[in-house]
């Protein structure tokens, strides 16, 4: 009996089937991943765009330290607050004098840089390694090791670092000399 061979057996189906299932299913694990990375991308970038934003206004706070009235330095700190003297932003731009702070407080596990000043906290930078701290240190002086406090008087410390965990943030205090 010969068979005249027109259309496709019921098995051909069932394997060109099958075969196009499993080019769908690796389709939609690629997208799936490919958007879980994007994600995690944009999660990332933000983050870095956050800390350098945080830093450059911690950067600027200690830029502007500045001696009292009565000429004496108002800047004081133990290794999680540091309180000083300085300029900041008002509205329209100009700077004034005010008072001003950076804390690193404990929060589930790792640490949140809290800049506040005139009072009110105004700005959390969140994700620093749990245990971070500041230290302080005068730079002219020979043989001086970092100090976890900064007791006023008339001493401004000339650099101020933010250690977070290996890393160390080395900011200077005051005008650039």
Not at 5 to 29: D, K, P, Y
Not at 72 to 91: I, K, N, Y
Not at 112 to 124: K, M, P, Q, T
Request: proline share 2%; charged share 25%; with cysteine.
């Amino acid at each position: 009996m010969i068979a005249d061979r027109r259309a496709f057996a019921l098995i051909e189906l069932l394997a060109a089937l099958a075969v196009t299932s499993l080019v769908l299913a690796g389709a939609v694990q690629l997208m799936a991943a490919s958007s879980d990375a994007d994600v995690r991308i944009r999660h990332e970038a933000t983050t870095r765009e956050s800390v350098a934003v945080d830093e450059m206004l911690l950067r600027d706070f200690l830029e502007r330290v500045e001696r009292d009235t009565l000429g004496r330095a108002v800047f004081e700190g133990t290794d999680s607050r540091a309180t000083f003297s300085t300029r900041c932003e008002r509205a329209g731009g100009w700077l004034g004098r005010c008072r001003a702070s950076a804390e690193l407080r404990e929060v589930g596990g790792s640490a949140e840089l809290v800049l506040s000043w005139d009072a009110g906290v105004r700005h959390v930078a969140g994700a620093l390694p749990s245990g971070s701290k500041f230290v302080y240190r005068i730079l002219r002086v020979r043989d001086v090791v970092w100090q976890r406090r900064w007791e006023g008087g008339n001493a401004i410390p000339d650099v101020m670092g933010l250690v977070m965990g290996i890393d160390t943030l080395l900011l200077p205090v005051g005008p650039t000399r």
